[in-house]
């Protein structure tokens, strides 16, 4: 595994990265919640490759690299099956494409549950991998103790309460948290929990709004929302749920435009013009030196 963590301009398709600025960091990201309060929303969006990283990085504030590219990448049914490998090599790909944005690498499911060393020894590959400043990890209160050992240990470590997807089959579904007094009381201990093992953020994803606002009210760290509230600290969405590549979204999305559509018209106007053989026409076409 490479450990270059620049893009190599010499080789890439892309106009090269701007000039490295100094990156944003974990304190960075946690100061701008300050007294309780978020004066401008922190934004993250979802990175798996390098161009992709390339075009997000200077509209963000974080990068996730989320388990989610087992179903928008490789057509996974679920987040389950993703590997560590996987995560490790979109990871550095993100990394290598920006030079601004807090890059966060998720822990993929089976990497860090079994116990805090298990997730001590997955969490630094990743970093080591990738050059990632923060992984993040699913779980509330039961995940407290293996916060609190990977951030005393020099990795920051962002949580994910709510909906969490790696418990598809504990849970049932996708469906809304949240929505029984009991739902409603463990989901703000999670919050308080991981607030207090030392998370650095917490992603609260799919819950009623109220929950979201008294998570957000409760903790120092900044809450970050999928599906949660305008209230909280941040925002989060996958980004080809935002670009419009699917039809099907859960609602908490917003389609902000319709790549979808624009690849297949794109694709079709190929097609008609390679069967037309009018591609590739004499601008794409050598021709020997006279
Ligand atoms: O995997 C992912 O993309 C995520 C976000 C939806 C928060 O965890």
Redesign the pocket.
């Known amino acids: 595994m490479s450990t270059t963590f620049t893009l190599d301009t010499s080789t890439s398709r892309a106009n090269p990265t701007p000039a490295p600025l100094k990156r944003l960091t974990v304190p960075a990201i946690q100061r701008r919640k300050a007294d309780g309060n978020t004066e401008e929303p922190l934004v993250?969006l979802?990175a798996y490759t390098a161009r992709q990283a390339q075009l997000l990085d200077p509209h963000c504030d974080m990068l996730?690299v989320?388990?989610?590219?087992g179903q928008?990448i490789y057509g996974l049914p679920s987040?389950v099956p993703v590997s560590l490998d996987m995560m490790c090599a979109h990871g550095a790909a993100v990394v290598r494409g920006s030079y601004h944005s807090v890059v966060i690498v998720?822990m993929p499911f089976g990497s860090y549950e079994a116990s805090p060393q298990q997730a001590f020894e997955s969490a630094a590959r990743i970093m080591k991998e990738t050059g990632c400043a923060a992984v993040?990890l699913?779980g509330g209160e039961a995940m407290a103790e293996t916060i609190s050992f990977l951030s005393r240990r020099g990795i920051p470590v962002m949580a994910?309460i709510g909906l969490t997807?790696q418990a598809v089959n504990a849970l049932g579904g996708y469906a809304a948290r949240g929505r029984s007094d009991e739902e409603e009381k463990k989901i703000i201990n999670d919050g308080k929990a991981v607030a207090e093992a030392g998370a650095f953020a917490v992603?609260i994803?799919g819950v009623v709004e109220p929950i979201a606002i008294a998570v957000t009210q409760a903790v120092s760290i900044p809450t970050?929302g999928?599906g949660a509230s305008a209230q909280c600290d941040g925002q989060?969405?996958?980004t080809e749920d935002m670009l419009g590549m699917f039809e099907r979204v859960p609602r908490f999305v917003k389609r902000y435009n319709d790549v979808a559509t624009l690849i297949s018209e794109t694709a079709a106007s190929y097609a008609a013009e390679v069967r037309a053989r009018s591609f590739p026409g004499e601008e794409q076409t050598y021709q020997p030196k006279k």
């Open positions: 993250m979802t996730l989320g388990d989610s590219l928008v987040t998720d993040k699913e994910h997807p992603v994803e970050i999928i989060v969405l996958v």
